[in-house]
């Protein structure tokens, strides 16, 4: 870890931590980093934990420590982006915590915004984002641009919106977080799914949430993401993490049930959209435990006039046969590579 002269705030007790897990993200790092050390709010530290990379990303880190007071640097062995997080939080000195991915940049209100929107009794704040493409910086989708910039709700309201897939997603980026709420969780060790694993209990604790009805994040999609998002035998901790989830609900708040179910539900549909026919035959076993998940949870989403118009569609689709689903999953694949190609044609 290292540091510079240059000191913009409160060093010793920062409002905010701003954890930047890094791991080979040598062409965007630095457009993140500068992203969040333009923020109007001064009183911040970054810590960036970089795991193990082999690409030019960690002498950027130790450049970028070395020059600015605020940032600091640990260089560490890979141990994946959970570990990081944790990492992040065991040393954070800040009250709140934002997480930003390496790829990813922030609006340089975002820190400000957020913080202003919350009332003594808010311990969470969550606001919109921006997916652009990576490349030409084009926006595919922005979510977040109310009438209203900020309004207090409860958790029920703020899982609701997180389980039915609306504004609010199981990411951890684009929240601020009071640090007591890390008080007992800790990201899990997996690789899939971690995100829906402690999302639900971090804002199933906190007393009220601070909504930002602005688009403050930006998130990077880059090119050919979705086609590599393939079935791998660990998605299934997603699922089982969507089970345990859906227990919590029933017995915390037992009112937005059905957004649970819902959520369950389509856990199971992105992972047989992310089988091939080929992961049938060749062992059918979590091909079987999805579609029991389906067939037990399909009815309550088909009737639920919440529930989003294409999971809803799902839900119908699943009646014949759960394996419309993983054909689906073909079709998207083969959708998604068409556009990339009549893209790079118009690049």
């Known amino acids: 870890m290292s540091s510079s002269p240059v000191d913009n705030n409160d060093s010793t007790h920062p409002t905010v931590s701003v954890i930047v897990p890094v791991y080979n993200t040598e062409p965007y790092l630095r457009d993140s980093i500068d992203s969040i050390l333009s923020q109007t709010e001064k009183n911040f530290e970054v810590i960036l934990v970089d795991d193990g990379s082999t690409d030019g990303s960690s002498e950027i880190c130790d450049t970028y420590a070395s020059s600015d007071q605020r940032v600091s640097v640990f260089h560490r062995k890979n141990s994946g982006v959970s ?21 990813d940049c922030i609006s340089p209100h975002m820190l400000n915004l957020l913080l202003s929107s919350m009332s003594p009794k808010e311990d969470m704040a969550i606001c919109g984002y921006a997916s652009f493409r990576d490349g030409d910086d ?19 309201e703020a899982l609701q919106e997180m389980l039915y897939e609306e504004i609010i997603t199981t990411s951890p980026w684009a929240k601020l977080f009071h ?5 007992g969780i800790r990201f899990p060790d997996i690789k899939t799914a971690e995100d829906l694993a402690i999302m639900y209990l971090l804002i199933g604790k906190a007393t009220s949430v601070s909504r930002v009805d602005l688009p403050l994040y930006g998130y990077r999609i880059r090119s050919g993401s979705a086609i590599r998002n393939i079935f791998s035998p660990e998605r299934l901790h997603g699922l089982e993490h969507a089970f345990t989830m859906l227990g919590y609900v029933r017995e915390n708040f037992p009112g937005i049930e059905k957004s649970a179910v819902n959520r369950y539900f389509m856990e199971a549909v992105y992972i047989l959209q992310n089988m091939s026919v ?15 998940a389906v067939h037990g949870s399909r009815t309550t ?16 689709l699943s009646y014949p046969g ?12 083969l959708v998604q590579r068409i556009r990339q190609l009549r893209h790079r044609d118009d690049a």
């Not at 084009?138 to 029920?156: F, K, L, M, N, Q």
């Not at 080929?278 to 029991?292: E, Q």
């Not at 639920?304 to 999971?311: E, K, M, V, Y």
């Open 83 to 103: 570990s990081s997080r944790n990492f992040g939080v065991d040393r954070a000195r800040g009250s709140y915590i934002l997480f930003v991915d390496a790829d």
């Open 138 to 156: 084009a926006v595919i989708r922005t979510v977040g641009e109310g009438e209203v910039p900020a309004r207090a709700i409860s958790p029920a």
């Open 179 to 183: 640090r007591d709420l890390f008080d």
């Open 278 to 292: 080929r992961n049938v035959l060749t062992d059918s076993g979590p091909y079987r435990r999805c579609s029991r």
């Open 301 to 316: 989403v088909l009737l639920d006039r919440r529930a989003r118009p294409r999971h809803r569609i799902y839900a119908a």
């Open 322 to 333: 759960c394996w419309t689903l993983v054909l689906t999953g073909d079709v998207l694949r």
